[in-house]
């Protein structure tokens, strides 16, 4: 079945440390997206990429960093400058132009 | 300045009666998608209905309906008939347009719905 699978589930860190997020795609989509969920709060994007070794910054960008070497994949880094890294990150992907977006079932990151 | 506005606190309803999920939006592009999500305590973001800035009709998924009202820049969201499993955060949220092509969705705060026995 195609879809999006993020991993790990749940990832603990120590602080300082950096973490990198999966994300991997096999439904062909060229947009994949990185979105940051804080409790009580909605989706606030991070990161986007559109075709492969072409990332833009989101409206959070600040701490993280990524890379879209293939299609399919889509990791997020969360630096140790991100300040405030604790919260459930979700990958989506999306066809260029189109207006289906696919969401991954998330990474819940904890720094302790 | 906020782009989708969900002001309702949580949210409570009877099952098998309707409810409806309050949502305003701000954009000066002509063009533009508005979209409804549940998620459940998973944590997975589950699509449920779309709507397009030039559909004429307001769209219907199976129990969802979506009442567009452009002028007013809403876009509440209506459950008919709720169900137990109906118990989630929904979200509502826009598509924006970015630099050429590209676009991103921006989303409300959610709304927390609890479906009674």
């Known amino acids: 079945d195609g879809g999006i699978t993020q991993s790990p589930k749940y990832l603990f860190r120590k602080e300082g440390q950096n973490v990198t997020l999966s994300c991997e795609q096999n439904l062909n989509h060229d947009a994949m997206y990185w979105y940051r969920q804080d409790p009580g709060q909605g989706l606030r994007l991070i990161y986007y990429s559109q075709i492969v070794n072409d990332f833009q910054k989101g409206d959070i960008a600040e701490g993280y960093s990524v890379s879209r070497e293939k299609k399919e994949s889509f990791p997020l880094t969360v630096t140790s400058a991100q300040k405030n890294p604790t919260a459930f990150y979700l990958c989506a992907s999306s066809i260029w132009g189109s207006h289906g977006y696919t969401f991954g079932s998330g990474t819940r990151l904890t720094v302790v | 300045a906020q782009k989708i506005t969900q002001t309702q606190p949580g949210m409570f309803v009877q099952e098998k009666e309707a409810v409806t999920l309050d949502c305003t939006y701000d954009t000066s592009d002509p063009s533009y998608g508005l979209f409804w999500y549940k998620q459940p305590s998973s944590g997975e973001m589950i699509f449920l209905i779309y709507?397009?800035?030039?559909?004429?009709q307001n769209a219907t998924e199976g129990r969802y309906s979506l009442n567009f009202q452009k002028a007013r820049k809403s876009a509440n969201l209506v459950i008919s008939a709720s169900q137990l499993g109906d118990s989630a955060m929904y979200f509502c949220?826009?598509?924006?347009?970015?630099?050429?092509?590209?676009?991103?969705?921006?989303f409300g705060k959610g709304i927390t719905l609890s479906v009674r026995p």
């Open positions: 949220a826009m598509r924006e347009r970015l630099d050429g092509a590209n676009s991103k969705l921006t």
């Open positions: 709507q397009g800035s030039y559909d004429q």
